[in-house]
């Protein structure tokens, strides 16, 4: 079974770090783009971050560029997000998923995801 797993999810102060992990299973993801999606409270499901198989190329959306970092470990078939300086806004459950559509933030351009790991910020 194809799967996505995220991991790493939780409770943090404002300004604090989390690193969220998502572990693939049932098949290589080294040749899929990669990508972290949110979805916040009462909101849609965002684009966050994403990356090339090779991990060579990375897109981010505006509100967490300098902040957040995506990368991942092909031999572990793992993708992360490295997330710092947290603010109240970031909270959301956080979603990995994998798709052969390069650069594409197009949620329906994804074909597998992970059931996602809810990451909450406080004051």
Excluded: H
Aim: overall charge neutral; some cysteine; proline content about 1%.
């Amino acid at each position: 079974q194809v799967r996505l797993v995220e991991s790493g999810g939780g409770l943090v102060q404002a300004g604090g770090s989390l690193r969220l992990s998502c572990a693939g299973s049932g098949r290589t993801f080294s040749g899929d783009y990669m990508a972290w999606f949110r979805q916040a409270p009462g909101k849609g499901r965002e684009f966050v971050a994403g990356l090339t198989g090779s991990g060579s190329s990375t897109d981010y959306l505006d509100s967490v560029k300098g902040r957040f970092t995506i990368f991942r470990d092909n031999a572990e078939n793992t993708v992360y997000l490295q997330m710092d300086s947290l603010n109240l806004e970031d909270t959301a459950v956080y979603y990995c998923a994998a798709t052969t559509v390069v650069y594409t933030r197009y949620q329906y351009n994804y074909n597998t995801w992970g059931r996602g790991t809810q990451v909450t910020v406080s004051s």
